[in-house]
């Protein structure tokens, strides 16, 4: 399902994307002879991947939104975090195990098709928006039009009655009048 599944203990990792965090120097753990950290080199081809300064810990994006709570996968990378840096980058272990992962793999698909609807949709909406702001400048415009034309004549706007419903009635005015017929003689004005 798509139901957001944050309930990891950090509140410093991303809510709309992956809070990739880069520092100059991580806080160092130490494994058995080595001392090892985080690396922001990690994030280059893993878009999903994110750590938490708070927990220094990395987790996944996709699995903390998308995974469901029946969700067969190890809850490392969306609840607890991954912080065993030792086999981070290791080949059947990490990075790379969870980025293979069934789970992580369908959560990903999710992420990417929401991504794709918001753009679409933000695409979609800025169209429209376009659309009826061309559509609103041609129908002010040609109000504009129609003032300029009575003012240049000396031409009075208002007729014998003030209602705005009386167009095209005799005695409602010039200026309703030549607007009522530049509506029906303007296709771009419907």
């Known amino acids: ?58 987790y996944c994006f996709p699995c903390r939104q998308f995974s469901s709570h029946s969700s067969s996968s190890d809850s490392t990378f969306k609840e607890s975090g991954f912080k065993d840096w030792k086999h981070a980058t290791e080949k059947d272990k990490g990075l790379n195990k969870h980025a293979s992962s069934k789970d992580h793999i369908l959560c990903e698909q999710l992420w990417r098709e929401k991504r794709m609807c918001i753009e679409t949709d933000s695409e979609i909406t800025t169209l429209v928006h376009k659309d009826q702001l061309a559509h609103n400048r041609y129908y002010v ?36 009048s030549l607007f009522e017929f530049t509506l029906e003689k303007d296709p771009n004005l419907a």
């Open 1 to 58: 399902g798509s139901s957001t599944n944050i309930n990891c203990c950090s509140d410093d990792l991303g809510v709309d994307k992956p809070n990739q965090v880069c520092l100059e120097n991580y806080p160092v753990r130490l494994f058995p002879g080595k001392k090892r950290s985080f690396s922001s080199s990690w994030y280059q081809n893993r878009t999903w991947l994110e750590y938490s300064v708070k927990t220094d810990a990395a």
């Open 141 to 176: 415009s040609s109000i504009i039009d129609i003032v300029t034309f009575l003012a240049i004549n000396h031409l009075p706007f208002r007729g014998d009655t003030d209602a705005w419903d009386s167009a095209g009635q005799t005695g409602s005015g010039l200026f309703l």
